[in-house]
């Protein structure tokens, strides 16, 4: 199993360039997490999702976030227009519901600078 | 809801001395509590974790345990560490439904010095 997949490692753009991360879990997980991770905030869940459908996204900090999952093995997080506070560490996990609480697979993480 | 306290941002230890990375939690339901580790650049990995049964858990790496419902806590502990022990910690603790939502703590820095 290769694991959680996330692509690009490092990603820099500019000021109001659109972004698109990408993750692909774990085969046969129905669980996917969006995290982002930054010195002042720590780790923050962005959204989940539980067999491609999204079920909370009560972390997306604004509308400029959009998340899809348009099949069980792929998944997008864009940032459009991004902005230098963007700037930080995102990480995608994923999990299986009858085996959630051994906790999930995180990624190696995407770092995005926005300049 | 849930939430997770580490008290020490940064924990400076000796190489081969013991330590403790401490957490506690706030829940007013039954949980389930993790440790997970981040070396530099690189994702978080699953260290141990609590379930149920036995208070002292033991995880990879030399690490273990130790879950107190009384104190709410669930501190972590090593009785001797190693250069290689150097990375971030983080407590995390779930509740409820089959996703069991982690919330983490802040963590804390573990720098083991030679």
């Known amino acids: 199993d290769a694991g959680v997949i996330q692509s690009p490692r490092h990603e820099v753009t500019e000021m109001g360039q659109e972004v698109t991360l990408r993750c692909k879990p774990i085969s046969g997980h129905d669980y996917l997490f969006w995290y982002r991770q930054t010195m002042m905030r720590g780790l923050e869940l962005l959204i989940y999702f539980n067999n491609n459908v999204p079920i909370d996204d009560s972390g997306m900090p604004e509308d400029r976030f959009s998340a899809k999952m348009p099949n069980a093995s792929f998944s997008t997080l864009k940032i459009q227009p991004s902005e230098p506070r963007d700037s930080a560490v995102y990480f995608c996990?994923?999990?299986?519901?009858?085996?959630?609480?051994?906790?999930?697979?995180f990624g190696s993480g995407t770092r995005l600078t926005v300049v | 809801a849930q939430s997770v306290t580490q008290l020490d941002s940064q924990v400076p230890v000796f190489e081969e001395a013991p330590v403790e990375l401490r957490c506690n939690y706030s829940s007013s339901v039954s949980v389930y509590l993790f440790w997970y580790v981040q070396y530099p650049n690189q994702g978080l990995q699953l260290l141990l974790k609590y379930l149920s049964g036995s208070t002292l858990v033991k995880g990879i790496n030399g690490f273990e345990a130790e879950f107190n419902k009384s104190q709410t806590s669930f501190h972590l502990r090593k009785p001797s560490v190693h250069i290689s022990d150097t990375a971030e910690y983080f407590c995390?603790?779930?509740?409820?439904?089959?996703?069991?939502?982690?919330?983490f703590g802040s963590g804390t820095q573990l720098t083991v010095l030679p």
């Open positions: 996990a994923s999990s299986l519901s009858e085996q959630g609480h051994y906790g999930y697979t």
């Open positions: 995390a603790v779930s509740g409820p439904g089959s996703a069991r939502q982690l919330t």
